[in-house]
């Protein structure tokens, strides 16, 4: 297994060299997380479905990954080389690899180099891996939260589209994702400026895993968290991970108050124009029924 720690206290100690000389390390210590990115990045690719994300931690309060590492992963990516407000995508899978903060949580790579995620669906232990079989480990997780977050959304049908040829085959052919599960949306309604009134939607899915019960060591949930800005024409990914029973039962009981006043941006989460505090706003939860992914 390669050592992400290790790459990443490297990096950091070579913070003070160009960002071309740091992107050479990067690609000579780790070539396969390179490559993938090299892949991933293009009008057509995962990259184009997801948010931005803030690079602190809610919960540790700490930046989640350095710049000396942040930024050549972005650059490799053709994205804004942005270190407080990067790509989800890129931040939330080839970022967390090198992240070397604990939070409550554990480690942010945990779940992407243990099988616990690929367990959970049925699927083999590496497609969600830092080296998938097939795919990228980008595309793979974009193919999977975005049939959650976009279903309904004529934004699948192109996710579809794009990612198809790209993403693992035996993802892709899952006929089934869950059991079933709950979709939370808050919505808050704001001004900015002088321009007019606008909507945003923050959306949580839980999905119940099909191998998962009560009694498995396994976290029998998967949340993926999503945006749906009325400025912008389609829904953005923001994260997925596995979650508890307990989790998700306080998320329910959460969504039992059909109108809040404590609404706020979650799992690092950035829209434009949203303040960092809390937000009263409207609640709604849904039952989903099994989600057929064909």
Known sequence: MTSFELIAERLIRA?????????????K?????????????????PLIFWA????????????IVHPAVLE??????????DMMLPHAGLQHTYGYLFSIIDTPY???R????????????????DILSPVPSSGTLLSNATWLAGLIAFSGHRRQVWLRRCLRGRASQE?????????????????????????????VQLITDLIRFPYASRTSRIEPWLLVYSVLDERLPHPELVTLFAVSDAFADELVERASVKRRSDIRQRYNAYVSGLPDSEMSGSVSLMVREPLLMM
């Open 15 to 27: 913070q003070r060299e160009p960002l071309p000389v740091r992107t050479d390390l990067l690609w």
């Open 29 to 45: 210590l780790a070539p396969h997380v390179m490559s993938q990115i090299q892949t991933d990045a293009g009008p057509s690719g």
């Open 52 to 63: 931005r994300s803030r690079n602190v931690d809610e919960f540790a309060g700490q930046q």
């Open 72 to 81: 050549p992963l972005l650059s490799v990516g053709g994205q804004s080389i």
């Open 106 to 108: 554990g480690r942010k």
């Open 110 to 125: 945990d779940r992407w180099v243990t099988t616990s995620l690929e367990e959970s669906l049925g699927l083999p232990e």
């Open 171 to 199: 993802l892709a052919a899952l006929q089934q994702l869950s059991l079933g599960g709950y979709r939370l949306v808050e919505s808050v309604d704001l001004r900015k400026g002088d321009e007019k009134p606008f909507r």
